[in-house]
């Protein structure tokens, strides 16, 4: 689901942040509905964390889940300021810390303790979880997290735009780029990847026959095909064709919407408002292929629910997450479904989703299918920094693609010593 619609907010700094628990204070002026969410339970008091998402409805959809369960009064904390992540850490610190909270695997949260081992509440039914979910929650086979939504990532494009220029749909990097140029006008720029261009480093990178780490927890990124990537993506930058500054970062879907740009990347939670702004005129495809030898790639985010292991009542938490997030399949559906397009993680919800069973929707379950990649639980916000300097000195400033990812691979081995020895 996109973040926070009134904020010009980088989303992807959420989908692949990785707050560390350093971070002090109290969390203040949440915003939103900070009183009980009219749970209809009684004893137990159960405080659950979300981000504002930008679809409506998604406030009152939690609330209302919330309130049909019996076991506990859960209340919902429903968090509007752009800097979620950042609160929810340092609250996690302190004696307002949520039972249950919304969030990514990450590897610090496990190894600090700040998670609870949900395998227990799992198991029963992880054969009917995407696996690549489970893997991304799993730390020496035990599960910290339960996926609630899955957010595959593409470029979105006007058929109408493309058939006019005599474009075809782009397969390869330099094909995107050529794409680009002809689609440009003096009113249009052909193409959108964000004004930082962070949402698409990874989707480089597994497009160029790489990743991130590799299963052993090595550096798997610098590769030949990555730095020819890297050039590529300067060619861009300094093509004239690309968006840059636009008003709302690539999360939103506006800016294909309203006209500035012919290609934009984007999330399968924008399609519903797509549809609506352009009918049928439009389209979608993965990240091309950066190199010959690579392949196209989709990028899927997405949100889990963990439970605070340093709450007061941790397997009250566990029964309630439980409750919603692995037994109340029509909750998981319409949460999945109604507000944004995003795909179950339960494989059997998946099946049976009958919103995501025809045109673009079913085209995006597709390419998730074909092409996906998931976060790796190891992959930590100082190295996803180290790979955003390396885009801002070799793409916009034009450093040396090699220099770059050398200074990269100090700071990412440090962190890898850090976690793994």
């Not at 049909?68 to 609160?87: C, G, H, L, P, R």
């Not at 480093?201 to 610098?222: C, F, R, V």
């Not at 995003?342 to 494989?347: A, G, L, V």
Request: with cysteine; proline share 4%.
């Amino acid at each position: 689901m996109s973040a926070l619609s009134s904020s010009n907010w980088d989303r992807r700094s959420i989908l692949r942040a990785a707050a560390g628990l350093s971070a002090a204070g109290a969390l203040t002026a949440c915003g939103g509905n900070n009183g009980r969410s009219g749970g209809g339970g009684s004893g137990t008091n159960l405080t659950q964390y979300f981000h504002a998402y930008g679809e409506a409805g998604t406030e009152q959809a939690i609330k209302k889940y919330a309130k049909a369960y019996d076991k506990a009064n859960v209340t919902t904390q429903w968090i509007t300021s752009a800097d979620f992540e950042s609160k929810l850490f340092a609250t996690l610190l302190t004696d307002n810390a949520p039972d249950v909270f919304e969030f990514h695997p990450q590897i610090q949260m496990i190894k600090s303790g700040q998670v609870a081992d949900l395998t227990d509440i799992v198991d029963p039914v992880k054969a009917d979880f995407n696996p690549a979910d489970i893997k991304s929650h799993t730390v020496d086979g035990k599960v910290y997290g339960v996926r609630m939504i899955d957010d595959p990532q593409f470029f979105f494009y006007r058929k109408s735009m493309l058939e006019k220029a005599k474009v075809e749909v782009p397969t390869t990097l330099d094909e995107l780029t050529e794409a680009a140029a002809k689609l440009t006008t003096s009113k249009v720029k052909g193409l959108y990847m964000g004004n930082d261009l962070h949402s698409v480093i990874s989707p480089m990178i597994w497009s160029a026959g790489a990743d991130t780490l590799d299963e052993k927890n090595q550096i798997a990124y610098h590769t030949p095909g990555v730095i020819e990537g890297i050039k590529k993506m300067r060619k861009l930058f300094t093509s004239g064709d690309l968006l840059l500054g636009a008003p709302t970062e690539s999360w939103d879907p506006s800016s294909l919407n309203q006209g500035l740009c012919a290609i934009q990347f984007c999330g399968m939670w924008a399609m519903p408002a797509i549809q609506d702004a352009l009918g049928d005129d439009w389209g979608v495809f993965p990240f091309p292929k950066t190199v010959d030898s690579g392949k196209q790639s989709v990028y899927n985010g997405g949100w889990s629910m963990f439970v605070n292991a340093k709450g007061k009542n941790v397997e009250a938490a566990k029964e309630y997450v439980k409750w919603l997030w692995i037994d109340q399949k029509q909750y998981q559906e319409d949460w999945a479904t109604s507000y944004g397009f995003h795909i179950p993680p339960r494989t059997s919800l998946a099946q049976t989703a009958t919103k995501l069973k025809s045109g673009n929707a079913a085209e995006g379950v597709k390419l998730f299918n074909e092409f996906g990649h998931f976060d790796n639980i190891g992959w930590t916000q100082a190295m996803i920094t180290s790979l955003e300097d390396v885009f801002a000195n070799s793409v916009r400033k034009d450093m040396d693609p090699e220099k770059a990812l050398d200074k990269a691979d100090a700071a990412v081995n440090r962190e890898l010593k850090k976690l793994f020895g």
